[in-house]
């Protein structure tokens, strides 16, 4: 089993930044953490991903968010960062946590809210 902790949401104003952490916790018996990342939801809409990361450090971005987040990972703390700047309005969603493990299994943090306003 797979526990996701995630942190760092809250309301903010346009332009301004927030970061986002994840920590996985998993027992001993659980294959290795492959890639890790974010997606968000808003409201009326469909889940779509913001960023993933995966263990070699390979990263993909949606084209919304390109150059304006980074994500990032420390694998020794199992651990997902999405660091978010010049935050708009649009970025106003509920943020998920996402593990894929090695063997394609996948486990979702219980989502922290996003409220970005002009």
């Known amino acids: 089993q797979v526990q996701l902790v995630e942190s760092g949401g809250g309301l903010v104003q346009a332009g301004g930044s927030l970061r986002l952490s994840c920590a996985a916790s998993r027992s001993r018996s659980i294959f290795g953490i492959n890639a890790m990342g974010w997606y968000r939801q808003a409201p009326g809409k469909q889940r779509e991903l913001v960023a993933k990361?995966?263990?070699?450090?390979?990263?993909n971005y949606a084209d919304s968010v390109q150059g304006r987040f980074t994500i990032s990972r420390d694998n020794t703390k199992n651990t997902v960062y999405l660091q978010m700047n010049s935050l708009k309005p649009e970025d106003t969603a509920v943020y998920y946590c996402?593990?894929?493990?090695?063997?394609?299994?996948?486990?979702w943090g219980q989502g922290t809210q996003i409220t970005v306003f002009s």
């Open positions: 990361i995966t263990s070699g450090g390979r990263t």
């Open positions: 996402n593990v894929e493990l090695v063997t394609t299994i996948e486990y």
